[in-house]
């Protein structure tokens, strides 16, 4: 994977964010699909619906060989005209699920298309579940029920999953933002969950860094240096055999294409150069030290976040902000959910400046801060608040939607060779 792929990304083709959704144990069970354009408002309407079914229709996403791999489960919203031109039918339907609105089924011509949906073996989720008496008949069919918990009372909740259980539905949770609104959401009888509660871990225990979590945190400041010595770095790599075979391994994947095979270390860390091995470095250390159940999913959003905010810096070059800096602070900063350690204990072995350590424990004042807060408005999905705070920091709404598709491809690369060296 090369560095600047990303700048390649078509800026009137869309991309697809994945949310992930976990059970009732926080186990991954599959991801909901989200588009995401650069050249239009990112909404949940028919138009978003109908280029996401498309792009699947088409093979066009990358990331969706992984997931079926992995026997995970797609949510895909579909649209009527989705619905009605068999656009589910290029999906596998023991992994797909394919949601529809309410309004959806309204359309007469939509529901015995379900029908014949369901008795070919694909689930059917309904999205928004409002407990109206005239769709009945979808909810019998239904075999998942969402609801939007955020903001919703015990009590408002408790009467509307008291009108759907007779329907025997599986229960999901959708925007789900903290732990303690996943246990409560759990005791009701939800079964599925989404949002962003699994970005914050349940408890964080003042504990020591391991040994190993302490030697990963040192090569990073290694790697840190403004002089580039190869040498040195390549015999740091030699002396841990795992990551002496990772970085083969990734050389020398189908990725790459290369003629010959990269037999040696010091090779290696010649031909990516100082800042792409550094790129590389910092997400497989990452990866090393992430304790955390929901370790996959941190670490895509943890990539997505970095390479989100260093594009950023590059666009407003005029700010000062410092592109390598701001990638930084992005891929860390999920660091206290991946370690379960409080992020002030883990900033004190972070080679960063005082500035980026405000910024990673939530400092309001912090010149960074609003940038983090608009990586996590988009990846959460919160279009409203994305673009409230695109307004507030005088910015292009186009280019800051470019900037995070490309983030989300660059991520979606990342993880599919990482994927691959697993299968390999």
Known sequence: MTEETSKAVDPDTVSIARHPIFDEKRRLWGYALHCVGAAYKVSADAAEADNVAARLANSAYMGLQQILDRQKKVVINFSEKNILDDLPYALPPDLTVVQATEETFKHPSVAPVLNQLKADGYLLAVSNYSCRDDCDALYQMADILSMDVSGQTKEVLSAALDKARPYNPTLLAMRVESTEIFNRCLQMGFTLF?????????????????????????????????????????????????????????????????????????????????????????????NDVNQSPDAPELMILAAQRGKFLEQIAKDYS????????????????????????????????????????????????????????????FEEGRWQDAEEQIQKLNMDPDKVRRAFQQAVEWADQLTSIHHQEAKS
Not at 236 to 265: E, H
Not at 335 to 358: C, F, I, R
């Open 318 to 377: 005029y700010w000062g902000f410092d592109p390598e800096s701001l990638h930084m602070l992005g891929m860390f900063s999920l660091l206290d959910a991946m370690l379960g350690v409080p992020m002030s204990q883990v900033t004190e072995h972070l080679p960063l400046d005082d500035k980026l350590k405000s910024a990673l424990c939530g400092d309001p004042n912090n010149e960074y801060q609003p940038l983090l807060t608009l990586s996590v408005y």
């Open 194 to 286: 989404h949002g962003p509660f699994f970005k914050t871990p349940d408890t964080i225990k003042v504990r020591k860094l391991s040994s190993n979590e302490m030697s990963r945190f040192q090569l990073m400041k290694a790697i840190q240096r403004e002089d580039s010595d190869f040498t040195q770095l390549a015999e740091s790599i030699q002396a841990d055999a795992a990551l002496s075979f990772r970085l083969l391994s990734y050389l020398n994947s189908a990725a790459f294409g290369l003629r010959q095979k990269i037999k040696s270390i010091h090779q290696a860390v010649s031909l990516l150069g100082w800042r792409k091995i550094k790129n590389w470095l910092r997400v497989v250390l990452l």
